[in-house]
């Protein structure tokens, strides 16, 4: 495992410092806290999670002819392709 | 970023993730829109053709405005502007009224037409306890998310 420069209790020690030199527009890989790292994996992993359920429940509840379940399955769909969850397949 | 074109990456998906919000409320006025309109409306005539107007209307008024935050995401993730910080906590504004309104009508005409009271109609029937629970988490994560993109230090990035 590589070592990590930054330590993982670096946090509220130096939140109000650690960034704020120069704007990060969004990027939580630009801030290089561990901790980031480790919020972002889990809300990721939730996301990807929670939205297939979502999905799925969706599909299994559909009848034929119906607009408004296309119409919800489009939103899900929607839903599950915005949310960056998609991420870790393009990186591998 | 971690490879090149990561914030187009990222400002395209969350251009699906506006549409979807716009999708959202569509589809809540979808499942109200029987009680409004049609041979037997739940309300009166006045109330219900208000409704209709004053949802569609404002429901259309979103549009543009959620048109700004897609273009305004794409350049925020790609280093132009930080306009996006400032309009992020507004967000919620343009995507949940709708939603809220047509989730706790469809509680209401339910609630009256099988005249019950609120936690006799939970009892039997657990998935309107499983509604309002998801809608009140729902508020509760837009609230923190909110919080977030106001209070500097509160999230490890800003916007």
Excluded at chain 2, 45 to 65: D, E, G, N, S
Excluded at chain 2, 66 to 81: A, G, H, P, T
Excluded at chain 2, 138 to 157: K, R
Aim: glycine residues 6%.
């Amino acid at each position: 495992m590589a070592p990590t420069t930054f330590s993982i209790r670096q946090g509220p020690i130096v939140f109000p410092h650690y960034r704020r030199d120069r704007p990060t527009f969004g990027d939580w890989r630009d801030v290089h806290n561990t901790e980031s790292y480790i919020v972002e994996g889990w809300g990721e992993g939730f996301m990807f999670g929670a939205l297939l359920m979502m999905i799925i429940i969706t599909v299994v509840n559909m009848r034929r002819g119906i607009l408004l379940h296309k119409v919800i399955l489009l939103e899900v769909s929607g839903k599950f392709a915005g949310d960056d969850c998609c991420l870790p397949l393009l990186t591998a | 970023m971690s490879f090149n074109g990561y914030g187009f990456y990222l400002s395209s998906t969350a251009a699906l993730l506006y549409c979807s919000y716009f999708t959202h409320n569509v589809v809540a006025w979808m499942k109200i829109k029987p009680f409004f309109t049609g041979d037997h409306p739940s309300f009166s005539p006045r109330y219900c053709k208000a409704v209709q107007w004053v949802f569609l209307t404002t429901l259309a008024m979103t549009i543009p405005a959620l048109i700004f935050e897609i273009f305004n995401n794409f350049r925020f993730f790609n280093n132009y502007s930080t306009l996006y910080q400032k309009v992020r906590p507004y967000e919620a504004l343009m995507r949940d009224p709708w939603w809220l309104f047509s989730c706790l009508t469809l509680f209401h005409v339910i609630r009256k037409s099988y005249s019950l009271n609120f936690f006799k109609l939970i009892w039997r029937s657990p998935r309107f306890g499983i509604m309002l629970l998801a809608i009140f988490l729902a508020i509760i994560f837009t609230i923190t998310d909110i919080l977030s993109s106001i209070i500097s230090g509160l999230s490890g990035t800003d916007g």
